[in-house]
């Protein structure tokens, strides 16, 4: 079973996804009051972070999904949907101790 939750793309919406302490978001740039409330805590978060170099007005960037840490608080983080500019040694540097990098054949336990 999992719970479906509003995210804003731009100008049209998609889904993220809630499964039993694990939340999964791709292809949006905000959520709404209550999809943030629904992700208070979560143990894992699978999130897009597209870049950090320049702003995209339909996905999330490095210091948006920052802002998303604070308000939401998740255990562990995993970003995805990530662009070129993103070179992995130096992004790893920028990020919380927390968020890890997804990279073929990832294997994480629940």
Same mark, same amino acid.
């Given at each position: =079973?999992?719970?479906? %939750? ?5 100008? +049209? ?5 809630? $499964?039993?302490?694990?939340?999964? #978001?791709?292809? %949006? @740039?905000?959520?709404?009051?209550? #999809? ?6 979560? @143990?894992?978060?699978?999130? =897009?972070? !597209? ?8 996905? !999330?960037?490095?210091? &948006?999904?920052?802002? $998303? ?5 998740? &255990?562990?983080?995993? +970003?995805?949907? +990530?662009?070129? &500019? ?10 919380? #101790?927390?968020?890890?990098?997804? %990279?073929?054949? +990832?294997? %994480?336990?629940?």
């Amino acid at each position: =079973e999992f719970i479906p %939750f509003m995210q804003s793309h731009g100008e +049209m919406g998609s889904l993220g996804f809630l $499964f039993d302490g694990f939340a999964y #978001s791709t292809d %949006f @740039k905000t959520l709404n009051a209550n #999809s943030l409330k629904l992700l208070q805590g979560v @143990k894992l978060w699978i999130i =897009e972070c !597209v870049g950090y170099k320049r702003k995209y007005p339909n996905h !999330v960037v490095l210091d &948006e999904l920052l802002d $998303f840490l604070d308000k939401i608080n998740p &255990e562990r983080v995993i +970003m995805i949907h +990530m662009s070129h &500019e993103i070179d992995y040694e130096t992004f790893k540097q920028k990020l919380p #101790s927390n968020v890890d990098i997804a %990279f073929d054949g +990832m294997k %994480f336990v629940l």
